[in-house]
């Protein structure tokens, strides 16, 4: 089993849902404004990491997510929390 958080998973399903290539992300790009989302795309976003990734994303606070940063230290903190219910 592979216990390495998939940083490139995550990544390729920003760029996927955003239609921008993965290799372009940064951290300090703001999912609206420089990604061009909306809050239909955050729900979409959202499900999508949910079933491709295999985590629960929290429904209170998922609105406070601004850049792909902070989207990715989110989605790391479940994928740890998972990892230790697993266990």
Do not use: C, H
């Not at 958080?5 to 239609?19: K, M, Q, T």
């Not at 999912?31 to 061009?36: A, C, F, I, K, T």
């Not at 609105?63 to 697993?86: N, P």
Request: negative net charge; without cysteine; proline residues 2%.
């Amino acid at each position: 089993m592979n216990t390495e958080f998939p940083s490139g998973e995550l990544d390729r399903i920003i760029a996927e849902i955003y239609l921008r290539s993965a290799e372009t992300l940064t951290a300090e790009q703001k999912l609206d404004e420089d990604l061009g989302g909306d809050s239909l795309t955050v729900v979409e976003l959202v499900m999508a990491i949910e079933r491709k990734m295999d985590v629960k994303l929290p429904d209170r606070g998922i609105g406070k997510i601004k850049t792909v940063g902070e989207l990715r230290e989110l989605v790391r903190e479940r994928w740890e929390t998972r990892k230790i219910i697993a266990s």
